[in-house]
């Protein structure tokens, strides 16, 4: 780049020793705001400036660019110094090994996900126009440019010195601290006319030092677990139409930030690294051109109201989509080798990681994950694929083994009696063994374990699976009679995925036989720790596919662990715990807000809420008690001594009378005490609410959760708890309705979801958690 460079005529005193000051950065063409300073006579030695490193970011045409941390900027640029002429490419692995940045290409690239390369810059001159909002990076030649005229301004303390560029641009070196750009307006030839008559200025700066940027603190090395979020209906995760990389990305530095404030002490002691949140994202394989289903639903939408019907089809359908064979296929095939694939591709970039992994699932991505863990196989399951000529000889196991299994151990006597063994049982029809006394439930035990286990495999291609104990009744045909047996008719499916492990069906816990449309469930390569559903509609789509109940020993095959966590106004939110433990109502449990305990307007709500019904009581028990006490007749005087009335008689009513006159005045006395205690009642309610309130505040959460008793709601969750629910925001209160649809989407920028995740993991790692002072 060719630059001009010559001394610019002052506008003030010829003084060699007087320059131009800093320029107020509200009007900096302004000539009244400009002052005398007076400099050295010896001039500064010339420091050289040190760069930092930037990427590039666009979005609905904006563009702004964003610092590295110190940590990627300072491995950024030891590999710049060392690449010189080497014809190799340097690559370096960027913000937590996401992104790689090819030095010499400058460019940044996704690792995990597909997305565009990125500019990045060597970046140490930068400008910030009149109507710009943040400083941004000059590139990197022009930048040189300045530092060499800068340099040369430093070192023979000459200022006031204009650069002419070819674009057009003019840059004046006023003084170390005031240099200004101006851009070109017409044919100006004349370097007489003054700046004021150009457009307005842009400030200039020299290093990163000196501009107002927040440069990110570095994410720490070691990786302590893997966290997978699948997303829900729709390409946009939140009201601001973002990608579910954009939400992952901020549900990760709010984990970081939490690690920091409620592990800090952890950290420091080098317990806690991080963990790391991974997006995977199925929306775009469905709505790809492999399918082409977003041409086929076009060519049937109406014209108007486009783009609501647009809206609708790029969302809403996925529910419809979900419930249909082929694109159900299509979804958790693409779920499923989009987790597998990511897994790989983060052992492989750290090896060192020896931390589990868990599955986060948000709106339909919870029932995709629900589905997909229901159908899972345990290593030790002995339902292993064999060829198909060999129906009879899949496993080892004897008659009384699978009875033993099947927890129907009193049928084998029956079953023995009539020289029954595995083979001969996979022959029997639903007659037959009615015929030998066994009931119905027990029957259809056997006839989907036999079906099950001894069946070729291409006899179990129309077997609808959702797991074992959440799977419908196996097909069965029925002769004329009603006798059913286990001559299936089979269908071959349309597309065959060899990649795909058709799970077998199961029939162990459920009393209502359900199933998803006829899948083959792919296996992950990976148990699951645990398993978060936020905003999850898994309690409605059991009950509408007929599930009732869930027996409380149910758990997944290769996961222990699952939490229900849901906005109180999330309309796409359903509970699990009530499908477990009928019998019982329990309220969901409470999230601490991240800053401990409760949220104040829920406390007052909560205390207030106590107050009225102890009142209510209370007032209908003394007007019960007054009325009893007003309601009963005086004492009547004794009456005269009526002739003939012995003396016997006489003292006998005495002594009734004064009985009686006792019995009042205890009356009277309990009177008293009840007003008493009514008079006392504002007192009372004071420091039995008011006061306690201010008391139960300052206290810390975790006093709560010991008052609470633990309550066993099956094994979902190993025993524990499984519904957790949010503290709305006290705006969110006054209006429920408004903020319903932003409710099923906060989760992403939750602090207290975040935090829940973390409390979960680092418990099983044995590392304590702190509540920072407020």
Known sequence: MTVILQRAPSHCANNKHKVLPVVDEASPSSASSFEM?????????????????????????????????????????????????????????????????????????????????????????????????????????????????????????????????????????????????????????????????????????????????????????????????????????????????????????????????????????????????????????????????????????????????????????????YNSPTYCQTIVDTVASEINRLHTLFNQRHPEFKGAVSVVGHSLGSLILFDLLTNQRTDSDPRKGVPSDEPFHRNCDTLEQTLTRLGLQQYLETLQAENLDLESLALCQDSDLKDLGIPLGPRKKILNYVKRKWLPEDCKTGAVGLAPGLQVLPQVNSDPDGNQSLGLTMQQPQFHRAQSITSAVDYEYFDVGIGQVSIEYPQLAFHPQTFFAFGSPIGMFLTVRGLKQVDPNYTFPTCKSFYNIYHPYDPVAYRIEPMIVSDVDLEPMLIPHHKGRKRMHLELKDSLTRMSMDLKNNVLGSLRTAWQSFARLPVAALPPVEEGETTLERNLQEAQASAAVTASAKREEKSADLWTKILDWPRALYKHYFQGVCEEAESSGSAEEMEQPEIKVGMLNGGRRIDYVLQEKPIESFNEYLFAIQSHLCYWESEDTALLLLKEIYDKLGVAFEQPQQ
């Open 37 to 321: 300073l007076d400099m050295e006579s010896v001039p500064a030695p010339h420091q050289e400036v040190q760069p930092h490193w930037f990427f590039c970011r666009r979005a609905d045409d904006n563009t702004s660019w964003l610092p590295f941390s110190r940590e990627d900027s300072d491995k950024l640029q030891n590999a710049c110094n060392t690449v010189g002429e080497k014809k190799e490419e340097v690559v370096v692995a960027v913000d937590g090994e996401r992104y790689d940045v090819y030095v010499k290409e400058r460019r940044r690239h996704a690792v995990y996900w597909e997305q565009g390369p990125t500019e990045v810059r060597r970046c140490t001159w930068f400008y910030k126009g009149d109507k710009d909002t943040r400083f941004m990076p000059y590139p990197e030649d022009f930048s040189k440019s300045l530092e060499e005229a800068y340099m040369i301004a430093v070192t023979l303390d000459e200022w006031n010195r204009k650069l002419e560029f070819p674009t057009g641009e003019t840059v004046i070196l006023h003084n170390p601290k005031l240099i200004m750009q101006y851009q070109p307006i017409g044919l100006q030839d004349e370097w007489a006319s003054s700046p004021s008559e150009q457009t307005r200025p842009r400030t200039v700066k020299r290093g990163v030092d000196n501009i107002s940027v927040e440069i990110p603190d570095g994410e720490p090395e070691k990786v302590d677990h893997l966290v997978f979020m699948v997303h829900g209906i729709g390409p946009a995760c939140d009201l601001r139409f973002r990608s579910i990389i954009q939400c992952v990305n901020d549900f990760r530095s709010a984990s970081l930030s939490l690690l920091a404030s409620h592990y800090k002490r952890a950290q420091q002691d080098g317990q806690v690294g991080r963990v790391e949140f991974l997006p995977v994202n199925w929306h775009s394989s469905l709505h790809g051109d492999a399918t082409g289903v977003d041409e086929d639903i076009q060519r049937i939408t109406l014209p108007s109201i486009s783009k609501l019907r647009h809206f609708t089809n790029d969302t809403l359908l996925d529910l419809f989509f």
